[in-house]
């Protein structure tokens, strides 16, 4: 199985700031990697596909980069909505596995 | 307009059973892999199972194999998750997800909670 491993677990960012996510894979994924975000109470939404593919209606702020075994998802300019939790999960083996999720909160 | 709606969670004691359902709609049901998903209260996502397009491809985590069992009914465009011997660590939020043609998960739905207690 392989292991997906994010962080920081907690970021602690000012409105406005750019947040740097990571996330790291125990073995290549290529670029079979997915970020979503959830927020409190709701189902988790995906925001980037192909490590670097912005899902429809996802604001140009969110990209993502990386390949292999290392990817980043990159949010620009923190607005007050994206303060949320942030998975990671490879989709090239089985089974299909998530990072632990890091924690976007409002500095 | 895609919508995923859970259904089935409830109380059961350690032991117990509970079924399951996913009602999909907004898309062409027989067209798509679906998956379960979960979340434990307070922790992250873990896969569950999954089942192919046309039903013939089923896989399941090691966690729950031999206690669940995935299945769909194309005629009511509903998932199902039959899941037996149920444990303290399979309590919480399940999720039907939609598995897009590239292989990420597209859609969600709300969630089904499941509470495993005496």
């Known amino acids: 199985e392989i292991v997906m491993t994010q962080s920081p677990a907690t970021l602690s960012v000012s409105l406005g700031e750019r947040a740097t996510l990571s996330c790291r894979a125990s073995?290549?994924?290529?670029?079979?990697l997915a970020w979503y975000q959830q927020k409190p109470g709701q189902a988790p939404r995906l925001l980037i596909y192909?490590?670097?593919t912005r899902a429809t209606g996802i604001p140009a702020r969110f990209s993502g980069s990386g390949s292999g075994t290392e990817f980043t998802l990159t949010i620009s300019s923190l607005q007050s909505e994206d303060f949320a939790v942030y998975y990671c999960?490879?989709?090239?083996?089985?089974?299909?596995?998530f990072g632990q999720g890091t924690e976007v909160e409002i500095k | 307009e895609v919508q995923l709606v859970e259904s089935g969670g409830g109380l059961v004691q350690p032991g117990g059973s509970l079924r399951l359902s996913c009602v999909a709609s907004?898309?062409?049901?027989?067209?798509?892999?679906m998956h379960w998903v979960r979340q434990a209260p307070g922790k992250g996502l873990e896969y569950v199972s999954s089942?192919?397009?046309?039903?013939?491809?089923?896989y399941y985590a090691d966690s729950v194999k031999g206690r669940f069992t995935i299945s769909r009914d194309i005629s009511k465009n509903t998932l199902y998750l039959q899941m037996g011997s149920l444990r303290a660590e399979d309590m919480g939020l399940y999720y039907c997800?939609?598995?897009?043609?590239?292989?990420?998960?597209?859609?969600w739905g709300q969630g089904t909670l499941v509470i495993v207690s005496s």
């Open positions: 907004g898309f062409t049901f027989s067209n798509y892999a």
């Open positions: 999960q490879q989709y090239n083996n089985w089974p299909r596995t």
């Open positions: 073995q290549s994924v290529s670029i079979n």
């Open positions: 997800v939609r598995l897009s043609s590239a292989y990420f998960y597209d859609y």
């Open positions: 192909g490590a670097s």
């Open positions: 089942i192919s397009s046309g039903g013939t491809n089923i």
